[in-house]
């Protein structure tokens, strides 16, 4: 029988002890367990994003990967704690749309609060529920504890709002979603959509107010001093410079605008 594989994403950061401790906490409970690091370096408090790279990497991991996902502005409020189940993988987070981009590809099959005592820390913190909550709750499901022994059934758990760009007859009207470690700027347009409207003829592309020269296949296509569009490995649109920060060159921050448009 396989190990079972538990998968952080966290705002933690690697300098403090945050990130190892949730590690610890899942090995005491669940030594058998195969636990991989997502990605730590969320921007903190940052939701949206975290919710975006959980959707961008889930669908990669082994069929039955349960995935710790702490990224928590409410620790400590009123806010809940959640385990959702999904079919193939399950999920624990709090309860703030974190895991509403893979809610938009997959209608969860199980939602419960975690009220149960038994699997949780003998003390919960108020200000690291990581800790005491949801990593005891990610090893205890990884061990084979059904999601029903954690709480009562959800139906009513938090959603972020849509991010979904408008169509238009002659135009997209999209928005950048987040700013990747490269300096590649992620957008919400598809290249579905982008190519119902390439299709009709020539577009221009601009961001922020900046004209985009050409839309190309991979970053090596992208000549000096250039900022070009292409589509990344999440099928986004984004833009890209050549061995440097497109989003540094161009002064773009997430939110700002796009827009897609048929040409002259």
Not at 55 to 65: I, L, N, Q, R, V
Not at 244 to 253: G, K, N, P, V, Y
Request: aromatic residues 8%; proline residues 4%; negative net charge.
């Amino acid at each position: 029988m396989s190990r079972p594989v538990v998968a952080l994403l966290t705002d933690f950061g690697t300098s403090d002890h945050y990130s190892g401790v949730l590690k610890g906490v899942v090995l005491d409970i669940c030594p058998d367990a195969n636990i991989v690091d997502i990605a730590h370096d969320i921007p903190p408090h940052d939701v949206n994003t975290a919710s975006l790279e959980l959707a961008a990497s889930y669908k990669y991991f082994p069929s039955g990967t349960v995935f710790l996902v702490v990224v928590d502005p409410g620790v400590g409020s009123v806010r809940r704690a959640l385990a959702a189940d999904i079919g193939n993988y399950r999920f624990v987070a709090p309860d703030n749309g974190v895991i509403t981009e893979v809610f938009r590809e997959n209608s969860p099959q199980l939602v419960v609060e975690l009220t149960e005592r038994r699997y949780a820390r003998p003390t919960v913190s108020r200000t690291f529920e990581g800790r005491d909550r949801f990593a005891p709750a990610a090893a205890w499901i990884a061990k084979g504890v059904h999601l029903r022994a954690f709480g009562r059934q959800l139906s009513d758990y938090q959603l972020l709002e849509a991010r979904e760009p408008l169509v238009e007859n002659d135009r997209i009207v999209g928005e950048v979603l987040l700013i990747d470690r490269f300096g590649n700027i992620v957008t919400n347009i598809d290249r579905e959509t982008f190519n119902r409207l390439a299709e009709r003829g020539s577009i221009q592309v601009e961001i922020g107010n900046k004209c985009i020269g050409r839309v190309v296949e991979t970053y090596s296509d992208i000549g000096v001093d250039e900022v070009c569009g292409l589509f990344g490995s999440s099928e986004r649109l984004e833009f890209a410079a050549n061995a440097e920060s497109a989003a540094q060159r161009l002064t773009i921050e997430s939110g700002v605008q796009v827009i897609v448009r048929r040409g002259n």
